[in-house]
């Protein structure tokens, strides 16, 4: 309803050799897209909103039409605002447009026989523009607050812009010798620089005196105050790497990077992250060698190194001011005040990992089996540590705490069948992570990230336990009479009766059931993942289909909780039709009752496994014969879908919803989340 993307691509590639010692490399990229999207407030943990949810929670007992059509916004009186819903994400335009141009350019020039300098240039421009109208009959937000919609301002609209530009430069310089075609030396050494600029600015209005010109003519309106902002960032980098390799079956890879960025404090913006890796190719020696019909290739492989992450907001370690209000002389005035703290010590997020590795191939590699076992330590988070109220901030961006990640990755790749017109490849791959919360610094070992008004944080973050961890109430059906009479632990701080949820104590003993009786519920840390590939030719013919899978990852159904909520003034669940009552005591749902605030417990904790048909293709390459009269190389048609089949026995709408995309700390929560869309392509591959 009133969503799309629509995207018109092309991409060049250009490929010379100048000379025997220079040769050219570019690509040129551009797209240009248009994007509509339902409208919602950000995510930021003690209000939300969202023009889906919005819909669904609506009560259904007032009709969406009139009789002549037109939508009904006088009988509603459900709604905070006489607004329709459906009218809210039909009628309101949220619009966003892309344009973007990527380009690279490389060229090699062989000083001397061994040496080769490469360099290499790119730039990335990105322009957008948003389109913003809610009209004056909406109840569509206007503007940041939740607090003002279309009606209550008579008409919102409001017009944004911005442009980011960067570009990449970097410079290597490889000596590549062999000697007495047993050693081989290959040393790189280079140069990298990045740098990042841009700009974005927002104008707004409200009060028109109709919807006919919508964002198109802000000057009807009254101006409301718009923003604007800028930043610069660079990152600088120097980086080394020694291979040597004998008789190309004893290999050992060492280098070293050290990378500077802007983004970070001023005693931490250099990093660096050394790396190394060992291999055997196994395969190559004599003794295996004999049964090159059957095994035909392995390789064992080891390597350990540091990388570092640095994707902070610019300008995070500095002090910022920001614009506030004030009185002065009984006149509202402008001004500055501080809104972020100095962290001259902000630093690198740092990555250790450890890897093993197996690669094996049978059959003349008509068969090839990858196993690779990993240990990954991230330390120094990046984390934003509330701080006391009395400071007068809400959080300051530290380096604290750890988490760590291991498991083991499995590929199998198969030649299934290969003939002259036909051929079927497959690849399947399987792999597993755990994730376990190291350290959240000494302050702390656990905490509950902030939750929506008027309700619980379904999730907690704590040393131990996996990153999204679920944390709420075990329940055991409803209370009966006998449950009363033998004063079974009922929940502290609401008057529970006959029909009532039953929970769970976690020890034996218990007079009544406290927070203390939460527990682990899940996490939305899948147990495993998979995916599924085929690409099959037939003659001219090309067609690939792609499955990716999930198992044991879990998702708090929001959505659906604060639908088993009993009331009038929003929709309800048809689950609530099997709630407990006089005349339906064998009811599996809780009585209707006025309890404060919804639990959270394991019923709405669901299991997100799915299937889904991720990505399907069907291609046709003209034949040669034609081509050569167009002076073309090659030239592919294709048509492509995504999306077109899920699996999944999760009751909502998308095993892959997480409402708040932008905080890992609250991963798997649905609140409504708007499924993926399906999507289809036609597209034209040309080689001249």
């Known amino acids: 309803m009133n969503t799309g993307f629509q995207r018109i691509s092309g991409r060049i590639n250009y490929e010379k050799d100048v000379s025997k010692k220079f040769k050219v490399n570019s690509n040129v990229f551009i797209s240009k897209s248009t994007e509509d999207k339902l409208t919602g407030s950000a995510y930021n943990g003690i209000n939300f909103s969202g023009a ?27 709604l905070a605002t006489a607004t329709n819903p459906l009218e809210d994400i039909l009628a309101t335009t949220n619009r966003t447009y892309l344009s973007r141009v990527l380009a690279n350019f490389s060229g090699e020039y062989k000083l001397l026989h061994d040496l080769t300098l490469k360099v290499t240039g790119g730039t990335d421009l990105i322009n957008t523009k948003q389109d913003y109208y809610a009209p004056s009959t909406t109840g569509s937000p206007a503007g940041p607050s939740l607090s003002t919609n279309g009606i209550s301002v008579n008409g919102y609209a409001s017009v944004g ?11 290597t310089l490889t000596y590549d010798h062999s000697f007495q075609e047993k050693h081989f030396l290959n040393i790189l050494g280079g140069y990298t620089t990045q740098y990042s600029q841009g700009e974005s600015a927002v104008s707004n209005a409200q009060s028109f005196p109709n919807d006919i010109s919508t964002f198109n003519n802000l000057a009807s309106g009254t101006a409301v105050t718009g923003a604007s902002s800028a930043f610069v960032r660079t990152m600088n980098s120097y980086l080394g790497r020694v291979s040597y390799s004998y008789l190309h079956k004893y290999n050992v890879t060492v280098s070293e990077r050290a990378d500077g960025a802007s983004s970070l404090g001023a005693n931490k913006k250099w990093g660096y992250f050394p790396a190394i890796g060992l291999s055997w190719n196994v395969g190559s020696e004599d003794y295996l060698k004999k049964f090159d019909k059957t095994i035909s290739d392995l390789k064992i492989r080891l390597s350990a190194g540091r990388t570092g992450n640095s994707e902070v907001p610019s300008y995070s370690s500095l002090q910022l001011l920001g614009a506030t209000s004030y009185f002065f002389n009984n006149t509202l005035s402008t001004g500055l005040a501080p809104t972020q703290l100095a962290n001259n010590n902000l630093g690198w997020e740092t990555t250790s990992q450890y890897d093993g590795g197996i690669d094996v191939g049978f059959l003349k590699n008509r068969i090839n089996f990858i196993f690779d076992a990993y240990y990954k330590k991230t330390s120094n988070l ?8 009395y400071t007068g901030y809400q959080s300051e961006l530290e380096n604290v705490g750890s988490v760590e990640n291991k498991g083991l990755e499995l590929t199998l790749n198969t030649e299934n069948i290969k003939t002259h017109n036909f051929s079927w490849k497959s690849t399947l791959v399987f792999a597993t992570n755990a994730n376990k919360i190291l350290s959240l610094g000494a302050s702390t070992n656990s905490y509950f990230p902030l939750a929506p008004t008027g309700q619980v944080s379904p999730v907690i973050v704590q040393v131990g336990l996996p990153v999204g961890t679920f944390w709420g109430y075990s329940t055991k059906g409803l209370l009966t009479a006998a449950d009363i009479s033998s004063n079974y632990p009922l929940l502290t701080g609401v008057s529970q009766i006959v029909g009532d949820q039953k929970y769970v104590p976690l020890h034996s003993g218990e007079t009544q059931i406290t927070t203390a009786d939460k527990h682990n519920l899940g996490s939305a840390q899948a147990k495993f993942t998979g995916s599924f590939s085929n690409t099959i030719t037939w003659k001219k013919f090309d067609l690939a289909f792609f499955f990716q899978g999930s198992y044991g990852n879990k998702i708090f159904n929001l959505l659906q909780q604060q639908l088993e909520i009993p009331k009038e003034t929003s929709n309800s669940s048809a689950t609530l039709l099997n709630r407990y009552s006089a005349t339906n005591p064998s009811g599996t749902l809780p009585r209707a009752t006025n309890a404060p605030v919804a639990q959270v417990i394991d019923r709405y904790i669901e299991d997100g496994s799915y299937i889904r048909l991720k990505n399907i293709s069907l291609g046709y390459t003209l034949p040669s014969s034609t081509l050569s009269q167009l002076h073309v190389k090659r030239l592919r048609v294709y048509v492509s879908a ?3 089949l899920t699996l999944t026995r999760y009751t909502g709408t998308d095993p892959e919803a997480s409402f708040y995309t932008g905080d890992n700390t609250k991963q798997g929560i649905d609140y409504g989340v708007y499924p993926s869309s399906k999507s289809y392509l036609v597209g034209l591959n040309v080689s001249f």
Not at 52 to 78: E, I, M, Q
Not at 161 to 171: C, H, I, K, T
Request: aromatic share 12%; charged share 10%; glycine share 4%.
């Open 161 to 171: 812009s911005g442009q980011v530009y960067s570009w990449l430069n970097e410079n």
């Open 642 to 644: 995504q999306n077109l």
């Open 52 to 78: 889906f949810p919005t819909l669904l929670l609506t009560s259904p007992r007032t009709p969406v039409f009139n009789a002549d059509g037109s939508y009904n916004v006088k009988t509603n009186s459900y």
């Open 382 to 389: 990046l984390l934003n540590v509330p701080l006391p109220l």
